[in-house]
């Protein structure tokens, strides 16, 4: 399995980062961490799975979400945006592997709340996290504190250290907002503002 790329720049970069999300929708703390990326990556790939392993589709639809990361990728010259037939993010990087080749280095990008879901999740057999930051290195915005694993990792998982704490802005807060009739704008990119407002059915 590979990506299917719904936005990818023309280059050849040695080093990637997929950034896998629900995007539900993407807000301005996903759009730094993805920024901030770049100084340790050639491009970020927003990725999302066409199923996801822990929760359905709701508010926006798979093809509502897959507007906004393109919009997103669009708008940065070293984004791309792709779409991922496996849920976790272990086979999501597989699929990046596969769609850029072995010769280019592939990280995975998250907050520390997906890295302690990831090392948490249950994958039905022990060491399927040790194995995969073996395999991709894995690359932690500090949101909220710091990720601590607590497993020897040898330097493959890496703090992404953040200008701005973005504590106060998360997806299911923009939700909260439109639907009490909040302003949400300054959480969510101006890029993705329209989409944003279909959805809502404004």
């Keep these: 399995m590979a990506l299917e790329f719904l936005w990818r720049p023309e280059s050849k970069p040695?080093?990637?980062?997929v950034f896998p999300g629900a995007w539900n929708p993407p807000t301005v703390?996903?759009?730094e961490i993805a920024r901030t990326a770049l100084s340790r990556v050639d491009e970020v790939i927003w990725t999302i799975?066409?199923?996801f392993p822990h929760k359905?589709?709701?508010w926006a639809t798979f093809e509502q979400r897959c507007r906004m990361i393109r919009a997103m990728a669009a708008s940065e010259p070293?984004?791309?945006a792709a779409v991922a037939e496996g849920g976790l993010y272990v086979d999501i990087?597989?699929?990046a592997r596969e769609a850029y080749g072995e010769h280019v280095e592939i990280d995975i990008l998250c907050g520390r709340d997906a890295a302690e879901r990831i090392q948490r999740w249950r994958y039905g057999r022990p060491g399927v996290f040790e194995d995969m930051i073996r395999d991709f290195r894995l690359v932690v915005a500090a949101r909220e504190g710091e990720y601590a694993?607590?497993?020897e990792h040898g330097g493959r998982i890496l703090t992404l250290e953040m200008g701005c704490t973005f504590d106060d802005v998360s997806s299911s807060e923009v939700r909260r907002r439109m639907a009490a009739g909040e302003d949400w704008m300054p959480l969510v990119p101006r890029v993705i503002h329209d989409e944003v407002m279909?959805?809502?059915g404004r």
Excluded: K, M, N, T
Aim: aromatic share 8%.
């Design 14 to 17: 040695a080093r990637v980062a």
């Design 56 to 58: 359905d589709f709701e």
């Design 29 to 31: 703390a996903h759009l």
């Design 198 to 200: 279909r959805i809502a």
């Design 149 to 151: 694993s607590g497993v």
């Design 93 to 95: 990087a597989r699929e």
């Design 49 to 51: 799975p066409r199923q």
């Design 78 to 80: 070293r984004f791309a």
